[in-house]
């Protein structure tokens, strides 16, 4: 039943009229699978612009265990009467978790997954005033840090396919706060390797 359900899920991901185009001569589930590429994080009222890669071992067709690297980056710069602000925010995010995809399409594999690791905030502020000596304040911390979501890959051939989507609920915790925040990520998916299941 429950795995009725999640499969029920998946196929929400993908609209019915793209998954009509033919369920013959499925692909072989590839052993591993490597994705690269860009990654926009909002959190907190911040932008942040970055990269993300991942790397997957399938255990079976539906199932794969995810490690997950991901870098996130925002500098900004203002001015407030005769003062220069500039502040720099950086994340760097090792996580590690479960996918679950539904490899019934030739064409599309929706995911789910669910990962767990550490987060390291960096954030530097600096203040420069004429005729006074420019100051600054840094905070870096490393904190437990979840990310929750699901995406959709379009087979482009036998070894490689394009991730159209990946959106993550992220959650940081770090010194007693807790962040929340939006993942999206978008690139190319190297498939490796073939499972006999």
């Known amino acids: 039943m429950g795995k009725v359900v999640l499969r029920a899920g998946l196929w929400l991901l993908v609209p019915a009229s793209l998954l009509a185009q033919g369920n013959a001569g499925l692909p072989a589930t ?13 959190i907190e009222g911040s932008d942040l612009h970055g990269w993300n890669v991942s790397l997957a071992g399938n255990v079976n067709r539906n199932l794969g265990i995810v490690g997950d690297f991901a870098g996130h980056y925002n500098s900004e710069k203002s001015t407030i ?71 959709l890959d379009i087979r482009l051939g036998e070894t490689v396919a394009f991730r159209l989507f990946q959106a993550d609920f992220l959650l940081i915790r770090s010194d007693g706060f807790k962040h929340e925040g939006a993942r999206i990520s978008t690139g190319i998916v190297w498939r490796f390797g073939q499972r006999n299941d």
């Open 81 to 151: 009467g005769t003062a220069t602000t500039s502040s720099n925010l950086t994340l760097t995010s090792v996580m590690a978790g479960l996918r679950v995809s539904e490899r019934s399409n030739r064409m599309f594999t929706p995911f789910a997954q669910a990962l767990f690791g550490m987060t390291r905030v960096n954030a530097d502020l600096t203040v420069d005033q004429p005729g006074t000596t420019s100051s600054t304040a840094t905070n870096d911390v490393t904190g437990f840090s979840t990310a929750v979501g699901g995406g």
């Open 30 to 42: 590839p052993k591993a699978e490597l994705a690269a590429g860009y990654a926009y994080v909002r």
